[in-house]
């Protein structure tokens, strides 16, 4: 469980370069090799998205999260258009239809050419292997440049490899430059008057006091149905990079815990347990946060929390305050 008190989420810093063309990247997850036979897209915008990886990316500009950008039309990111075309008042079909692309536009190129810089590097270091050895690190940091980036451009780690094939991650340096959805450093969707998380379709979404839809999420659940609480509860924490209590107690499947005999402290940091942010329920032991494994989320259970990818739930962060009432539904 996290123990740390509340405070304003640190936003993650980018570095922008300007670019005025865009990749085509239709075929990318189908041949791994076409990043590098990419074609330049139309510059002109507004323009309807050509692409999946465009979808995924204005979508996420918007706040309706389909989990990774990873340029395929999964059942998430079909979850997270029909969400969008809901709140559009057009056709919930899924797919980039005609009504949809009058209404989904891009107002600015979807990728761009970005770079790191000395403090992320400086930032990185390798996660322990045991629960007692990430006890004792100063940090659960990023491990490597290209997870780093990942999470930073809310998209996958072989998606980045694909979209730059020429790049030697291993060898990055604040003097490499590599194509990545272009995303804002601050979401500003509006402020949550409900949440409501489905537990059969794994999505939480969020409404404003006027009841519009302002932001969707995949979700993990819990593993067990008797850890999965229907009905309504109450937001009483907000915690921006908590730190986290490892109770073995609830690890009975862990060898480790089952010998270690004692409560650990495990530092903030991306790869903690509950990732960058930790917003408690009015039910002891429950609550939504981050994960340091985003490709997981919608698709593995949980111990009872709602598990995020980190990037969906500093978003999150940003909308609720303690109070915010969280409705639970089958």
């Not at 465009?54 to 059942?75: H, N, T």
């Not at 340096?173 to 409900?194: D, W």
């Amino acid at each position: 469980m996290p123990s740390a008190s509340p405070v304003v989420p640190a936003l993650p810093r980018r570095r922008w370069l300007a670019i005025t063309t865009v990749a085509l990247l239709a075929t990318v997850i189908a041949r791994p090799s076409a990043a590098a036979q990419a074609a330049d897209a139309p510059a002109e915008f507004p323009r309807p998205p050509a692409t999946w990886a465009e979808v995924q990316v204005e979508l996420s500009r918007r706040g309706f999260s389909g989990g990774a950008i990873d340029g395929v039309r999964g059942p998430q990111s079909a979850a997270a258009l029909k969400a969008f075309q809901k709140r559009a008042g057009v056709p919930e079909t899924g797919e980039l239809d005609a009504a949809t692309r009058a209404v989904l536009l891009l107002e600015e190129p979807p990728f761009a050419e970005v770079a790191l810089d000395e403090e992320d590097f400086d930032s990185l270091q390798p996660v322990g292997a045991t629960w007692l050895e990430k006890s004792q690190q100063t940090a659960l940091a990023h491990a490597t440049a290209l997870e780093l980036a990942a999470e930073r451009f809310r998209t996958s780690q072989p998606f980045l490899r694909r979209l730059n094939p020429d790049v030697d991650w291993d060898a990055l340096t604040p003097e490499t430059t590599f194509l990545a959805p272009r995303l804002p450093a601050q979401m500003r969707l509006g402020r949550a008057a409900r949440l409501a998380i489905a537990l059969e379709a794994r999505t939480l979404e969020v409404f404003d006091r006027d009841g519009a839809l302002i932001a969707h999420f995949p979700v993990s659940i819990a593993k067990k149905a008797e850890k999965r609480p229907v009905g309504e509860l109450r937001v009483i924490v907000v915690v921006a990079d908590p730190d986290y209590t490892f109770d073995p107690a609830l690890f009975s499947e862990s060898e480790e815990a089952r010998t270690l005999g004692r409560k650990l402290i495990l530092p903030p940091g991306p790869n903690n347990p509950v990732g960058v942010a930790w917003i408690g329920l009015d039910r002891p032991g429950y609550g939504i946060h981050g994960t340091p494994e985003p490709e997981k989320v919608g698709r593995t259970e949980s111990h009872g929390c709602f598990r995020l990818a980190n990037w969906d739930a500093r978003t999150l962060l940003e909308l609720v305050s303690v109070g915010t009432p969280v409705v639970v539904e089958p």
